[in-house]
């Protein structure tokens, strides 16, 4: 199972629109992000794709779903060797989710293979090869599930390790043998069977007796043979002497047809002697008539010659006509050639002309600019002299305002430097009116508080006189009270006496209570002693309290006259700070100004200072404008020279000018005349050309005449030449072709012909001539050669011919024989038949008794199959094998990543032994997080290269680690980290689930996972 | 000029739980005062500065104390990025480093761009550094070239780092003292065993051919034994590691390399050793040797201890370490070979299912599965992979 696309909507932390992830050029890869972004939750949605549960959350699709959301869907895309596969998931929170798997074509056609929830899990637990529990443990290795294989059950890990192995192909492959064995028994029963019942009379034996059987008909047939053989050549001889008559007598009937034909040849043999007697003559016969023909055609020709001699006769006469007349014209020539010369002459004259003519045109343009220009410069330049007086003016007023404004330079600076004393006097001044101000208020405040002081002193007098007398009346009444006790002490004492105690006077006891005496004086005492101690203590209390009004009244009084103090030293140091500053700053001026002593010296400067500074202003703006008039009169004075200079020029130029124009006029003048003297003519150049093109075609066409005639001339001759040589070729060519007719009728004569006619006719085609000879000479050659046969045969005949009866005896006899032989021959191979079929029969009964053995043997190798593939023999065989394996691979790896642990096994449990501690034997429960991981890398990655090598296994095309680095320290990282960079991938894929950057930094490419605002994001990062 | 060239501290390294900080610190003390009494003008520092990409606080302190030592005491330093390094917290010390005199590269650069760095010794002699930190194999070779062949991929990778130096000492100057720095492994050269593997598999190496005949001195990283590489063609160091940092590198003297050059002539070479490390040793002795000799051992430095026993004593590991204390980091023994054979691992893996049966034959019938038989199990195989579930 290899991933090939990941697509998730809804599905937990990713929310929202579907996320897409392609792990198409992925090999090694972390998924990285930070804790809870959504790592792992990719896996979930794989294992969730696949098989409808997840490891987390078990088989309730309601919980992957994201909040907010009502259902979830997860499409994902994997190969399984070469086939590619897309299993499709929806969830929903209420009702019933739904799962499609569908089979991905090349074009990626989708082709449904299985829908349902139910369907597909199962589906996919077949195409994939694992179950969900294998998977879980043997491709995905899951956050805390991670170490399940290592620490779980034997059993368990037996049947996860069953599974990835394929084992049920043992289970289905003895199945097969077990039925192959079956089927083996009954086919050996089957076989017995037909031997015994088919094959029983096919005996050795039985082929002999038909072997001496087939001998004795073979010894007939060589008898019959040779007998045939002897009546055979009889016949043949008797055929051939047959033969021989038959022929003779047709060479007989011949040989009289030909004696018969012998007339007519004779006939043909005469008219081949005629024609080649005549053959000689006719060659002088044909040359006499091609000579008559040669006379004829010349006698033709030279009347054609005599015609053309008289036509260029006339032609040579007209020539010469022509040529004298050019003559003539060109006798002018000479004429023309000194006309021509003159004009030369004025044409060369006339040459600079144009140019001239130009010149002038361009002078007097010149002249005229020259003139306005001068006359510009000399309105400008009266400008300027008008400018310069005016500048000049200015400059005057400017110097009278300049002298005009009086400023103090010296004065103003020494008031520019005092005006930071000036400030500070200021300064100095507001201060000491500050503190006089101080100083005011605070005596002002002084005054009353003083007031206040001596009113609560008075009241506080007051106080004590009232408080004396109400304690004078106290100790007044108080000694009225005693002197009243004193008077009432009876009635004192007896307020006191109680029945049955001791009198105080007689001390003897009380016998009955005397009834109290009246003491009006006494009470009306008592209760003024209370009245006058009351006001004693209220006139006492409000003498208090004046005495800490006035106490407080005056401590006021007394800060209150610190202040003063304070404030007096302060004013009296601003003011005298003041004096020094403005005297130091009288001093400096003194003599300078005229100072008024009734005013402040710093305002007096500081009204100089602004009076100077006016006035320094004005200076400045005079002298600047004086400096700008002054500039203003140079520049008018040089503008005006510039000027001066520019007219001075520009007359000059003028008379230049002038000067050009007269000269130029006077050349041009000069050739007109020239020009006169020769031609009248507008254009002498055109007249030049005209009688030069005269000259020429007069000379040309003299040339031309001459040619003309000296060829006419010349053609005339050669024909008159001919002319009489073709008559003496008439003559000749007559005189020969008489010659030829006589030559010819004389040899017609000789060879026997009565003229020349005669022998023509005679003449025979050669065609003709050989078919008659061949007729002749066939004729002669047949006779001869049939007379010579008819002799030869009498001679081999020897007079014995044979007539036709005679042969048909001997046929007969022949036959007969040949009959008898034939029949004997059938039965001869009637017999060899039934030898062969028994032959057969032998073989094939051999056959099926070998087949027998093989079919016994094939059954006892199913058999012995069947038993050793069953669970406990070969199987159980594998996985000790597989496991004993694992243990030693995943050990050499644990040393590799740790350079300390290494494997061992008891009893199916896994053991780690510890070489830094004396091999220490450690269950895989005592480990620590991080040795846990190593461990339990190394074991998975073992299981999963094993399983990955196994021939016939599951193919894990991936793996996935999740988690677990978290817990290691630097050393126990580094060395996971190691092992991971270098897996071999090989095609695999290998993903690593981690949120330790310097771990996914290392890998060649990641998937990074973010937590987004609307869920989590993907991002793939290759290498 | 005076120069040293140092490499691989792995500053803030854990092994076997032990940490190493404090014998490097005293290495570098002990560095720090040959630098300062031979007035060394400039140290080269050629990769794996600390161990992990995010080191300990202490590592940090311990490698920055003592760059401001040197420093501050008028040397030069030039450090590139190895493969253990985090490239961007280089760059980001670097940048503070500059104060004392400290030039990080932290990634390959053009050399206008700090590949190449110019520096002046104290003498106002020039020297030219060509620097070349780490890189990874994806900066060099496409994944897809890897995955095609690994041949191809190999070569890329050589002849990239064959570019990159030829474009970097192009810069080399004949008036200046002319220096290669580089952290890679080179072929040819001889591994301690605790480095890590750079790329994918050793095989990923530059080759001596690539470097330049016309540098003073060729200082490289990575590799943790200090060596010359002899096949390249000017002088070409390995410093190498200052600890020996596992047991593959018992007896092996840490030195760095101290190099005189001037412009123009060959440089004059020589490796001092570097004092402060605790040397590592396998102890292969009974127990009544180790307690013979317990006294001595125990200060010797990090032990692995492996005991000769008759049979196995189940209290070994507390004895030996009760005898030499903290100075043992492993505890392993040794019996006597036994010759019963139960050690016949067959390797299975791979096997095709025949083979596996053969296997199996072998063993439950002490005879060979005869060819019939092997046929007969063949088609069975066909049969039931292609016959219905």
Known sequence: MKPLRLRLENFASYRGPAAELDFGPLELFAIAGPTGAGKSTLLDAIIFALYGATPRLGPHPAGMISLGADRLSVTFDFQVQAQRYRVTRVARRRGAGNALLEQLEPDDDARPLNEGVREVNEAVAR????????????????????????????????????????????????RVASGKSDIFAQAVQEQERRIAEDYAEATPEALSGLTTEADGLSSQIKELSERYAAAEARRDQMRVAREKTRELDQRRARLGQLQSAELQIRLYES???????????????????????????????????????????????????RLKQATEEAAKIPALDERIAALDQVIGRMQPRPTLVLQLTEAKKQKLGAEASLKETRTASEKAEKALTGARLELRDADNAFAAIKFDGALFETLDAAREDTSRITNLRHAALTSAAELQAAAARLHVKEAARDRENAAADVATTEWERASHLTLTVDQELADARHRDAAALLRRQLRTGDPCPVCEHPVADHPPPLPTPALDALEKRLEQARGAEVKARRLLDAARSAATTAGAAAIAEQQTVAGASQRSEAAAAELAQASEALTNRVRGLIALDPERNIEEQLRDHYQVLSAERQRQETARAKREKADQGVRSAEQNEANLKNALATADHQLAQHDEKITDLTRQIAEIDEAIRKVTQAADPSAERMDLRRRRDNADKVLQQQQVAEANAARELASVAGRVAESGETCQRVATEAQRARSEAHDAAVAAGFADEAEAAQAEITSTEEQRISVQVETHRDESRRVQARVEELIGELNGTEVAEDALAGFETAAAQLRAELSAAERSKAELSTRIEILTKDIDRGNELRADLARQRLEHSLYRSLALDLRSDRFQAFLLDETFRELVSGASVRLWDLTKRYRFDWQNEAFFVVDHDNARQLRSADTLSGGETFLASLALALQLSEQVQKAAGATKLDSLFIDEGFGTLDPEALDAAASAIESLPVGGRMVGIISHIEELSLRLPARIRVKKGTEGSEINVEAA | MLIVHTSDWHAGRLWKAIDRLPELETVLENLGDFIEHERVDLLLMSGDVFDTRGPPAAAERAVFRFFRRIGRAGTKTVVIAGNHDDPLRLEAWGTLAELVDVTTVARPRPADRGGVIECQARSGERAVIAAIPFAKTSDLVSASEIAVDDTTAHQRYAEGMRRIVELLTARFRTDSVNILMAHTHLDGATLAGSERQVHLGEEWAATPQSLPSTAHYVGLGHIHRPQQVQAAPSPTHYAGSPL????????????????????????????????GGKPLHEVRMTLPELEQQAERLRDAGWLRVTVPLAERDLDLNRKVRHLLGGAVVSVDYELPERTDGSETSLSRSGLAPVELFQLYYRTQHQSEAEAPLTAAFNDLLRTAEEGPE
Not at chain 1, 137 to 160: C, N, T
Not at chain 1, 162 to 174: F, W
Not at chain 1, 287 to 298: G, L, Q
Request: glycine share 8%; net charge positive; aromatic share 6%.
């Open chain 1, 127 to 174: 195409v994939v090869g694992l179950s969900y529990d294998a998977f879980t443990q043997a491709v995905v290795l899951p956050q805390g599930d991670f170490q399940k294989f290592l620490k779980s059950e034997p059993r368990g890990r037996r049947e996860i390790l069953s599974k990835i192995l394929r084992l049920e192909i043992y289970e289905r492959m003895r």
């Open chain 1, 271 to 321: 008219r081949l002697g005629a024609a080649r007697r005549g053959a000689p003559v006719l060659p002088l016969i044909r040359t006499a008539k091609t000579a008559e023909a040669n006379a004829a055609r010349a006698n033709q020709e030279h009347e054609g010659l005599l015609k053309r001699h008289e036509q260029l006769g006339a032609d040579h006469q007209e020539a010469q006509g």
């Open chain 2, 244 to 275: 020996q940092l596992d047991f593959g590198e018992i007896g092996e003297e840490k030195s760095f390399v101290v190099i005189r050059a001037e412009a123009g002539q060959p440089a004059r070479i020589e490796r001092v050793p570097y004092a």
